[in-house]
């Protein structure tokens, strides 16, 4: 799932090389393993209720940034972070991304976070739209490499109480 949807956030100067060293250092079942494990990691899933497969999964992390950039952007305390939110294809438009995203601020509301954060690359309409759909805003820029190529992203937040989902 991880490994099919992590292409489709991806600027279309990413080689194939660049996107499988990400994936395979960043998201294999034992990546996900050790998210599940961590008290400071938590996954969401969208599930298809016809089949009960998989549609969709989020990624949240309540720690604190370390990227120089966020840190420069955002100084609200504290934090949750919107690491990760794909869904298939074939549920795009379908309001699995909605439960995700709505069960991250959700989560967020719940542990007291002042903010939530997620960086999304510039070329990454789609998910640009999706998010300010979400209630988020642009607050800053920062880098994020995949393999030895350095992407520009642009960093959203929002406050997890003004529920705008
Ligand atoms: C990002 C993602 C979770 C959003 O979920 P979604 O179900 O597609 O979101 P929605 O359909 O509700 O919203 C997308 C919006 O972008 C619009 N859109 C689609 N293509 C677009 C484009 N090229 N330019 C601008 N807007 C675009 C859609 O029309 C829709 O807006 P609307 O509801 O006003 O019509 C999903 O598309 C996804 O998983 N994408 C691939 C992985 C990815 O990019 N993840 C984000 C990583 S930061």
């Known amino acids: 799932m991880a490994a099919v949807t992590f292409p489709l956030a991806c600027p279309p100067e990413l080689t194939i090389t660049d996107i499988e060293h990400f994936v395979a250092g960043n ?3 034992d990546h996900f393993r050790a ?3 961590n008290p400071t990691h938590h996954v969401f899933k969208a599930v298809d209720p016809a089949t009960s497969s998989i549609a969709g999964y989020a990624l949240v992390i309540d720690e604190e940034p370390t990227d120089p950039d966020v840190l420069a952007a955002i100084t609200t ?3 949750t972070m919107v690491s990760k939110m794909y869904v298939l294809p074939g549920f795009h438009g379908r309001h699995a991304s909605t439960g995700l995203m709505s ?3 959700g989560h967020a509301a719940e542990v007291g976070s002042e903010l939530v954060w997620l960086g999304v690359n510039q070329k990454n309409p789609r998910a640009q739209r999706f998010y300010q759909k979400m209630g988020f805003e642009v607050v800053g820029h920062k880098t994020f490499r995949v393999n030895v190529s350095v992407c520009n ?3 959203y937040a929002r406050t997890p109480r ?4």
């Not at 003004?162 to 989902?165: I, M, Q, V």
């Open 27 to 29: 998201l294999t079942a």
């Open 35 to 37: 998210f599940i494990a």
């Open 77 to 79: 305390r504290p934090l």
């Open 103 to 105: 069960a991250a601020l």
């Open 153 to 155: 992203d642009f960093i």
């Open 162 to 165: 003004d529920d705008a989902t």
